[in-house]
């Protein structure tokens, strides 16, 4: 290729022979990247410059940590099965503090680390490197075997940092380090999603109410499978109901999720609600339904895996705008065929759709959300009269 050709011109033709998404990633999975590199190596280059998401893995976090620089654009830099802790840990800090790096990159905000392997005396060598950006906003580090000292040193880097505002440190083998986060929480005022997921930290969830009595600024909090009992729950629901920052809460895989729904019941900002896979009984349907039809800023519902038995339901015996029939035959609980051919336009209209893997609900918007589930208690919203429950 003639070196003079005016590189915005290759760009141009580059982004017309592939879609944007298509070149968002630079991994071994992208099959347009493959043959562009194999056709022309300065288009290559000129597609490394586009790309704004990196993937390191085992075969190319040399090779490419080396020609960093070349991907000017990328946000978002992740590690994918390296199995070399210490590796990592020296490419990571040497993109976080090299100036040279730090120049010519400076649109990175996002760093994935999970399942890396690293412990302890890793974190220790990246939060230093981190103090000395100020670019990242986001960072994954779940599944490293972090442990209590890990978090600690974590909170305590976070206490003095105001650029990170996602962080996500599930399955960290911390049972007390949701004591650090809460006293993290209770200072911080950048932190907006905080993802403690798969840690059992029933015995600390005092310490992270605390920190949301003072925090005004967290969104999004995921506690899945923290083994959170009814006390905990009701603990988290005290300190939530007067927090008017928090939209999301995913408790799923824990306890206790009557006791929080109760206090929810008004919350002014909820939007998300995940209370999967907590034996939800009959009665805690009906409570869940309750909050349903009382919070009008909740906008979806996980109830994935609860209660065992269905209630059986049939979509037959909807009584919403059938006024017009002309006989009773709507009310047989099976096929009704035979019935007069009047009647076949007002059953489409009424009958609810029904399927075993899905929820469906209309929000204060009349918009209708669609969810997967694999509960056999199904909550579905009459699409005719809107704010009328039926429950499944």
């Known amino acids: ?67 960093i620089q070349n991907f000017e654009n990328i946000n978002h830099l992740e590690i994918l099965n390296v199995e070399a802790p210490d590796v990592v840990t020296k490419v990571i800090c040497n993109i976080l503090i090299d100036p040279n790096i730090n120049n010519t990159i400076k649109q990175l905000k996002s760093i994935d680390l999970s399942l890396s392997n690293l412990s302890n005396s890793h974190i220790h060598y990246i939060l230093n490197a981190l103090r000395l950006n100020k670019s990242v906003e986001d960072i994954n580090l779940e599944g490293n075997q972090l442990g209590d000292q890990s978090i600690y040193d974590l909170s305590c880097f976070l206490l003095n940092n105001n650029t990170i505002r996602y962080l996500d440190l599930q399955n960290c083998d911390s049972k007390n380090g949701l004591a650090c986060i809460g006293m993290l929480l209770s200072k911080n005022d950048s932190i907006i999603s905080l993802n403690w997921s798969n840690n059992d930290s029933n015995s600390s969830i005092d310490f992270l109410c605390q920190g949301l009595k003072l925090n005004k600024t ?34 799923s895989r824990d306890y206790g999720a009557i006791s929080l729904a109760n206090r929810l019941r008004n919350h002014p900002t909820i939007k998300y609600l995940d209370i999967s896979c907590n034996n939800i009984s009959e009665r805690g349907v009906e409570e869940i339904s309750n909050i349903l039809l009382s919070n009008q800023s909740l906008k979806k519902l996980k109830l994935y895996q609860n209660i065992e038995n269905e209630i059986n339901f049939n979509n037959n015996n909807n009584n919403n705008n059938n006024n017009n029939n002309n006989n009773n035959n709507n009310n047989n609980n099976n096929n009704n065929n035979n019935n007069n051919n009047n009647n076949n336009n007002n059953n489409n209209n009424n009958n609810l759709e029904t399927d075993t893997n899905e929820i469906f609900f209309r929000n204060t918007n009349d918009e209708i959300e669609l969810m997967d589930t694999s509960s056999e208690s199904r909550i579905y919203y009459n699409y005719i009269s809107p704010r009328q429950m039926i429950i499944l």
């Not at 005016?6 to 347009?32: H, V, Y």
């Not at 899945?224 to 809460?249: H, M, P, Q």
């Open 1 to 67: 290729m003639n070196p003079s050709f005016p590189k915005t011109i290759i760009s141009n033709i580059i982004l017309k022979l592939f879609k944007q998404n298509e070149i968002i990633s630079w991994d071994s999975n992208n099959d347009q990247r493959l043959i562009m590199q194999l056709v022309c190596k300065e288009w290559c280059q000129i597609l490394r410059s586009l790309c704004s998401s990196l993937s390191l893995t085992k075969s190319n976090i040399i090779p490419l940590f080396f020609k």
């Open 218 to 251: 967290l969104t999004s909090l995921s506690l899945s499978g923290c083994n959170i009992d009814e006390l905990g729950a009701i603990c988290l629901g005290e300190v939530l109901k007067n927090n008017n920052s928090i939209k999301y809460i995913d408790l």
